[in-house]
């Protein structure tokens, strides 16, 4: 089934706000980038805040159906896979599309705690980290809550390394270097443990 005008819209805000920020994206340019009218817009939404937020909902459910199904074909051995967590990570940081993560960036740009993007970047982080810790469970690791939670910030941090140096340092030959080096660190957190 061919894709709605609604999704159609949301897919080019998905891409517009991940490419160029949120408050600086206008609705004229999420028009351009779908071909979409101003009346089709307003049809589907009252406002730019509801257009971030199905985005948003679209980016992490994008991403983490990406994530598991690429994390599921890599290997039916459960350190394997926690492993190809961070291939996954590579591919993406590696990938000419790659603007950092919509998620921290929403963090980033909308500074009140309680506001509707920053609870769902934080749902989103949540349910990354839920999956690390049903791979960890799996793998009969100790302590599969605080080892998901290190490796959640072993993949954040390789995250915000990828993008804010990673694309800059050797004219951004190597981005998905952060994902090998957090890759190793978590494998030497999982045999310690």
């Not at 909902?57 to 896979?81: G, Q, Y």
């Amino acid at each position: 089934m061919p894709p709605s005008r609604r999704d159609e819209l949301i897919d080019a805000a998905m891409r517009v706000f991940y490419r160029c920020g949120f408050h600086a994206s206008s609705l004229d340019d999420i028009q351009k980038e779908g071909g979409i009218s101003r009346m089709t817009l307003y049809n589907h939404f009252k406002s730019k805040d509801e257009l971030i937020l199905a985005a948003m909902r679209r980016r992490d459910e994008i991403f983490r159906n990406r994530l598991m199904k690429f994390v599921e074909s890599a290997s039916k051995e459960p350190r394997e896979r926690i492993a190809a967590v961070f291939d996954f990570h590579e591919q993406w940081f590696s990938g000419e599309e790659f603007c950092g993560c919509m998620f921290i960036n929403a963090a980033a740009e909308f500074s009140v705690a309680d506001s509707a993007p920053r609870r769902l970047a934080s749902e989103h982080k949540q349910e990354i980290v839920r999956y690390l810790r049903e791979l960890c469970v799996a793998a009969s690791l100790t302590d599969p809550v605080d080892l998901a939670e290190q490796l959640n910030i072993l993949l954040e941090g390789s995250i915000v390394a990828a993008r804010v140096v990673g694309q800059v340092e050797g004219g951004g030959s190597d981005p998905g270097v952060y994902a090998r080096l957090a890759k190793r660190m978590a494998m030497a957190v999982i045999e310690r443990g």
